[in-house]
Structures are given as structure tokens and as C-alpha cells.
């Protein structure tokens, strides 16, 4: 199971950190990603990283959004500073076997999302 919690309403320019917890099957997965959805729009990748802390990013959130992970207590963290309103959208953390991919298609595990709103 995955388990997102952090999200919230922010001011533009502000700052939020959501986790996810993997429990069960899911905390042998080598690769945590997160993702968004905005209303009206398709899904989109925002981070991965991997069991050696290998990361990826959308180019939409480089330099602003950092991801980490816990292999401790499986729990991958996205701290997203520098917010704008185009970042308001659910987050959805995925898990996968192998490998991190930024398609949404290849993750074997996904968590309930947690709403960002970013206001202007």
C-alpha cells in the first residue's frame, strides 16, 4: 500500500512537502515515483527515484521541486518550493519494480492522491 499526505493550499511562491509510505508489497518496489493530475487535463510525471537514489524530474519542476527517499522506513518525500498556480493538481505517488520511467503505465502500484492548491 502507498499512503500520500502533505498537500494543502498555498500562496504562489510558497512551499509543501508531501510523503508517501509504503507498507506491505510495496515496500520492496525499487522505484517511487510522483505524479500529477490537474482538473481537465491528463495525467503527468513530476519525480522518480530510485533504491540508490537515482532521481528524475519534468523539466516543469527542476530546480524548484526536490524528491528524497527514506529506504529505511519506505517513505519517499517530494518537497516542492517555489510553488505556482499551474502546480495546483492531485498528487499520486507510484511504486514500481524496477527501474524509475516517467510513464505512468509502468508503475505496478499507485496511492490515493493528495490536493495541492496553489493560489495567485
Known amino acids: 500500500q502507498l499512503q500520500a499526505s502533505g498537500g494543502g493550499l498555498v500562496q504562489a511562491g510558497g512551499s509543501l512537502r508531501l510523503s508517501c509510505a509504503a507498507s506491505?508489497?510495496?515496500?520492496?518496489?525499487?522505484?517511487l515515483g510522483w505524479f500529477r493530475q490537474a482538473p481537465g487535463k491528463e495525467r503527468e510525471f513530476v519525480a522518480a527515484i530510485d533504491r540508490y537514489r537515482r532521481t528524475s524530474y519534468a523539466d516543469s519542476v527542476k530546480g524548484r521541486f526536490t524528491i528524497s527517499r527514506d529506504n529505511a522506513n519506505i517513505t519517499v518525500y517530494l518537497q516542492m518550493n517555489s510553488l505556482k498556480p499551474e502546480d495546483t493538481a492531485i498528487y499520486s505517488c507510484?511504486?514500481?519494480?524496477?527501474?524509475?520511467?516517467?510513464?505512468?503505465?509502468?508503475?505496478?502500484?499507485w496511492g490515493q492522491g493528495t490536493l495541492v492548491t496553489v493560489s495567485s
Open positions: 507510484a511504486a514500481r519494480l524496477s527501474a524509475y520511467s516517467d510513464n505512468a503505465f509502468d508503475y505496478n502500484y
Open positions: 506491505g508489497r510495496t515496500s520492496s518496489c525499487y522505484a
